[in-house]
């Protein structure tokens, strides 16, 4: 026996509404109340700089086909088939999204409109901020703080949230 809860739309909107004003207040107590850099966003530039440092090495000691033949039986599984920082950017990414407050947002936002256009956006937005975060993230790292992403992020999740409240449930 299958067991399906339905909720309306009408309170599906609402909880929206209220998901976006409460991660907005979030964003901005932490852009507020947090200074500095993470840590969480220091120990991935350390683990980073220290791949690079490590690979750099690594390639001045390595010598010839049977090294590298040698090299890849000893990989892990799954990077026997990919490339070892894809699995490293897929693995940041996705577990840096799981549970995120735009996860959050998304599933609302998904209850309350177009599935697939929630699904397109989403994958738009994300290849979009992870091109940007490739290209220029050490420059803009050294240039925006923290603290002005978080409030910008807060004052967009209000917007949202007004826009959201203004908005008729059909």
């Given amino acids: 026996m299958e067991f399906f809860v339905q909720i309306s739309r009408k309170w599906t909107h609402h909880i929206t509404t209220l998901l976006f004003f409460g991660f907005g207040i979030w964003s901005l107590w932490d852009g507020f109340h947090e200074g500095g850099e993470s840590e969480e966003l220091a120990e991935v530039e350390a683990k980073l700089d ?5 690979a750099g ?3 001045a000691k390595q010598n010839g086909k049977v090294a590298d033949d040698v090299k890849k039986e000893t990989r892990p599984f799954l990077s026997q ?3 070892p920082i894809l699995l490293k950017a897929f693995s940041i990414t996705f577990f840096g999204e799981w549970g995120d407050k735009s996860q959050l947002a998304t599933i609302g936002l998904a209850a309350d409109e177009n599935p697939f256009g929630v699904v397109l956006g989403g994958i738009v937005a994300q290849a979009l901020c992870t091109t940007a975060a490739v290209v220029g993230g050490k420059s803009l790292a050294s240039q925006i703080s923290e603290k002005i992403v978080a409030l910008s992020g807060g004052v967009l999740f209000i917007v949202f949230g007004i826009q959201s409240f203004l908005s008729t449930v059909e």
Avoid: R
């Avoid at 220290?50 to 490590?54: M, R, S």
């Fill in 50 to 54: 220290a791949d690079w440092t490590k």
């Fill in 81 to 83: 088939f990919f490339s």
């Fill in 57 to 59: 090495s690594g390639a």
